[in-house]
């Protein structure tokens, strides 16, 4: 059965920093670059058979490394791009929380109705990314993905039909695992209309975040 890797890439200033990377172009860090080196040894254990990544570093020098070292083909996919967190992008954590306390909170709690000021939702990451996977799935290809947090958490939840969660909005992981294995039958449970948190995220209140001082409702 073919597999999919999602892969973190490693790690940046922003992660020690606790800042949220969102789709912002940043190079990684010492740790990051030896993260990576890790990352490596793990995949080659796995028959993969491409390499799929964002255009913006630190998952495309991330997904880079791998493919030359693996001597896997690489593609340079746009609609890969991290979730755009709009003008959260570059705030620390607890700038977001003393300026959106409770925006903070909705991600935490029900991330699918909340929009970042001048950002995306997360079923237009999820929708853009779940486009790119349909062919070489089709194909039965395994293959592996670099691409920052919170999306690449987003699509483990589509691939596992479970319900997204996420402790932050900065994509951190520090010194955590950045690969997870996941084997497909050459469908993704949540690319259905009827899957339960779609469902939600459909029929709820979307929570977009003003610039200035809180939330308004719309979408």
């Not at 597999?3 to 860090?29: H, K, M, Y």
């Not at 990544?53 to 630190?58: G, K």
């Not at 592996?144 to 919170?150: E, L, N």
Request: charge should be negative.
């Amino acid at each position: 059965m073919p597999i999919i890797a999602l892969v973190r890439p490693g790690c940046t200033d922003f992660d020690v920093e606790n800042r949220i990377q969102g789709n912002l172009d940043l190079p990684l860090n010492d740790a990051g670059r030896a993260q990576v080196a890790a990352t490596i040894d793990q995949l080659a254990e796995w028959p993969l058979e491409a390499v799929f990544t964002s255009p913006v570093n630190p998952a495309r020098s991330t997904a880079e490394a791998i493919a030359d070292t693996l001597q896997l083909p690489l593609q340079v996919q746009v609609e890969l791009q991290n979730i755009d967190h709009g003008l959260w992008q570059g705030l620390s954590l607890e700038e977001i929380k003393r300026k959106s306390p409770k925006i903070l909170k909705q991600w935490q709690e029900s991330p699918e109705l909340v929009r970042p000021p001048e950002g995306e939702t997360i079923q237009e990451a999820l929708a853009r990314a779940l486009s790119v996977l349909k062919k070489p799935m089709k194909r039965e290809v395994s293959f592996a993905i670099v691409t920052s947090d919170p999306l690449t958490t987003l699509l483990g939840c589509a691939i596992t039909s479970d319900r997204p969660e996420f402790e932050n909005v900065t994509g951190c992981r520090g010194q955590d695992q950045l690969i997870a294995i996941y084997s497909t039958n050459g469908r993704i449970p949540a690319t259905d209309p009827d899957h339960p948190w779609r469902t939600q995220a459909a029929t709820g209140s979307l929570v977009s975040v003003s610039s200035e001082n809180g939330s308004t409702p719309g979408g």
